[in-house]
């Protein structure tokens, strides 16, 4: 009888956690959305003379669903994650920028990439702090800092203290929320 109540007492507290968790400042209860609209409305991306304001860019899901394949999709909008050692960019060596898969914001430069041994694209640095932003994540019992692009709110991977110098991070990204351009 007490593992009745223990399970009970444990499942109940998972349905109020779900129900009112989502009630955190700045979001609106059960949609997952910014309470405000305005917020994060301009973010900077670099080129060659500093940096260029942007707007935000906000699309509906129907939209994000005909411009991202599948597991895009499922990465940068539902917060999936990619199998380790599976995506395209983990053990990649060119020099150039990694971008947001959804709107190009220029996201990371090759020169601040590390080998993590984690399986997946590792970064002590974002190109600009402005074109990052981080938000706490508590799913699956766990506290992490997820990280996401401060354009369009994709879901790009979580940030840890456990990096190189000098930043002493490493900002675990996946590979299918990554584009790269190149340089010449």
């Known amino acids: 009888m007490k593992t009745f109540y223990l399970i009970f007492g444990a499942v109940t507290l998972a349905v109020l956690w779900l129900g009112f968790g989502s009630s955190m400042p700045g979001i609106v209860q059960g ?11 301009k973010v900077y991306s670099t080129a060659a003379k500093g940096l260029v304001m942007k707007d935000k860019v906000q699309k509906t899901k129907a939209e994000w669903k005909r411009e991202l394949t ?12 990619e199998r380790a050692f599976t995506g395209k960019y983990w053990d990649h060596h060119e020099k150039g920028v990694y971008r947001c898969v959804a709107c190009g914001n220029e996201l990371f ?36 800092t997820e990280v996401l692009c401060s354009l369009c709110d994709a879901h790009l991977g979580h940030v ?18 990554l584009d790269f351009t190149r340089q010449k």
């Open 31 to 41: 949609s997952g959305e910014p309470a405000d609209p305005q917020a994060h409305k």
């Open 160 to 177: 840890f203290d456990d990096g190189p110098k000098p930043t002493g991070l490493r900002y675990c990204v996946n590979s299918a929320a």
């Open 109 to 144: 430069k090759s020169d601040t990439k590390f080998d993590s041994g984690s399986g997946w694209p590792s970064f002590w640095a974002p190109i600009t702090k402005e074109n990052v932003r981080t938000a706490d994540d508590d799913s699956l019992f766990m506290q992490r």
């Open 70 to 81: 599948p597991e895009q999709y499922e990465i940068t909008r539902e917060k999936g994650t």
